[in-house]
């Protein structure tokens, strides 16, 4: 299904991988005591960054010349893949970095925190809808995901305009962390 924004806010990460959750890094940054870990903004930033870099590199690459013909239809399907996936890395950025401003907001009821969480969730939309405009240019809709089942990714452009509502909505101490529900997993993996 579709992650919302508040999933995110309230979401946990991989077990073991060592990146905070948004939650423990709002913790450690209101605390002035970031526990160890990668941060949620510098995996956006890692994201954005990346993503960016190949999206400057697509025209340069577009240009080239490939033969035979066969092999220039995969180089440019290759290249939609680039372009799309991109977009997605840019989504995923500027919706992490939403999340994290509206963790603040929660916290703090600071509205400059909740319009920049809007102003980074308007931006995923955009990129949202680029990334759909590259992904079905090259792929019929919907489309068969292994773990997701069908999903339509036009028709999920309204669950990612609903996240900016959602900012626009949210009232400071929505999130009560003690009723947060973590998997167990956020320790690791025993075996």
């Known amino acids: 299904g579709f992650y919302t924004v508040r999933n995110f806010v309230e979401g946990g990460t991989m077990p073991g991988a060592g990146v905070l959750n948004i939650i423990e890094w709002r913790t450690g940054l209101l605390a002035k ?5 990668v941060t949620p903004l ?7 960054a990346n993503a960016t870099k190949a999206l400057q590199a697509l025209p340069g690459l577009q240009r080239a010349t490939v033969t035979p013909a066969a092999s220039a239809k995969e ?3 290759t290249l939609s893949d680039i372009e799309a996936m991109s977009h997605l890395g840019l989504y ?5 970095r939403g999340a994290c401003d509206l963790a603040l907001f929660d916290k703090s009821g600071d509205v400059q925190q909740q319009a920049s ?3 980074h969730l308007e931006a995923a939309l955009n990129h949202w809808k680029k990334y759909v405009a590259a992904y079905t240019h090259q792929y019929v ?12 990714l036009p028709k999920q452009t309204e669950d990612v305009a609903a ?11 929505t999130i009560d962390e003690t009723q947060l529900k973590r998997s167990g997993t956020e320790a690791g993996f025993r075996k």
């Open 163 to 173: 996240d900016v509502q959602m900012a626009r909505d949210w009232k400071p101490g």
């Open 75 to 77: 180089y440019n399907a």
């Open 33 to 37: 005591q970031m526990p160890p870990g």
């Open 141 to 152: 809709q919907p489309v068969q995901f292994n773990r997701a089942g069908l999903v339509d």
């Open 42 to 48: 510098e995996i956006a930033a890692t994201l954005d």
């Open 117 to 119: 969480a809007v102003q």
């Open 92 to 96: 995923y950025a500027a919706k992490i």
